[in-house]
């Protein structure tokens, strides 16, 4: 059978998602837990994979069993065995023709940075900071020019392992409480590293460094070299995983924001 589950978790001590002989990433960690619980090996499969330092506030995941349990047990049993930092949300059995990441048609992420003189320190780790002020309409204007369908090329890592660098970005707001600035973004699927690289260039037109026309400049000319550096990863957060509703997990992706 098939398994859905639902995860919230605070990258700060992980070393990213993906499985690594060390044994310290959020995968080997939820593997070890749900084995316990399956009395079996679980190999898990993510609807997208996070650095080091990412968080998630609605990560989904998927596995295989060939032993029946109680939802409660794939979420409060797991739990049990998970560390403070990790957390299954719920859980649901689904078709096996479901996959986590291919059956994906949206994700969304959210990137909250700290815009004041001061570096933070209760929001450390789970932030990221910039000392300069930033004028927000100046970046709202550069933002516009991403919607849409794209080769995100110039905002794409080098170890991007996606077959294309064509992805459709049908959301990027920009809003703000006091000294947080919440970058809000929805895409078809993302590249790695894209949406810090996306903030990273919008924090320059911000502060001035850039013109607004700079950012589509970038754009259109497909080269990692010419954009902002890579921007810290302690505020991004994955933020859920859109499915068509024929998988039955709709009312379950409400995810909690940070």
């Given at each position: 059978?098939?398994?859905?589950?639902?995860?919230?978790?605070?990258?700060?001590?992980?070393?990213?998602?993906?499985?690594?002989?060390?044994?310290?990433?959020?995968?080997?960690?939820?593997?070890?837990?749900?084995?316990?619980?399956?009395?079996?090996?679980?190999?898990?499969?993510?609807?997208?994979?996070?650095?080091?330092?990412?968080?998630?506030?609605?990560?989904?995941?998927?596995?295989?069993?060939?032993?029946?349990?109680?939802?409660s047990a794939w979420?409060?049993?797991?739990?049990?065995?998970?560390?403070?930092?990790?957390?299954?949300?719920?859980?649901?059995?689904?078709?096996?023709?479901?996959?986590?990441?291919?059956?994906?048609?949206?994700?969304?992420?959210?990137?909250?940075?700290?815009?004041?003189?001061?570096?933070?320190?209760?929001?450390?780790?789970?932030?990221?900071w910039c000392h300069n002020p930033l004028d927000l309409a100046l970046m709202r204007q550069a933002a516009s020019c991403l919607i849409g369908t794209h080769d995100f090329s110039a905002f794409r890592a080098a170890e991007c392992q996606a077959k294309s660098p064509v992805k459709q970005l049908t959301q990027l707001d920009i809003?703000?409480?006091?000294?947080?600035?919440?970058?809000d973004l929805r895409a078809d699927a993302f590249l790695h590293h894209m949406v810090r690289n996306i903030v990273g260039c919008l924090v320059y037109v911000g502060k001035g460094r850039y013109p607004v026309e700079w950012l589509q400049q970038v754009l259109l000319g497909l080269d990692r070299s010419k954009a902002a550096p890579t921007f810290a990863p302690d505020g991004l957060y994955l933020c859920g995983v859109e499915y068509e509703a024929h998988w039955g997990l709709n009312d379950l992706l409400q995810g909690r924001g940070p």
């Open positions: 059978m098939r398994i859905a589950l639902g995860l919230e978790y605070d990258g700060q001590l992980f070393r990213g998602w993906q499985s690594q002989r060390e044994g310290v990433t959020v995968q080997d960690t939820l593997e070890r837990a749900l084995s316990q619980i399956a009395a079996e090996p679980v190999r898990v499969v993510a609807a997208g994979r996070t650095d080091a330092g990412v968080h998630a506030s609605m990560q989904v995941v998927h596995f295989d069993t060939k032993n029946q349990r109680p939802d979420v409060r049993g797991v739990n049990a065995c998970l560390p403070a930092s990790l957390s299954v949300l719920w859980s649901r059995q689904v078709n096996e023709q479901f996959h986590a990441r291919f059956s994906a048609r949206g994700r969304r992420y959210r990137y909250v940075l700290i815009n004041h003189p001061v570096r933070p320190a209760l929001l450390h780790g789970r932030a990221g809003t703000v409480d006091r000294h947080l600035i919440y970058f």
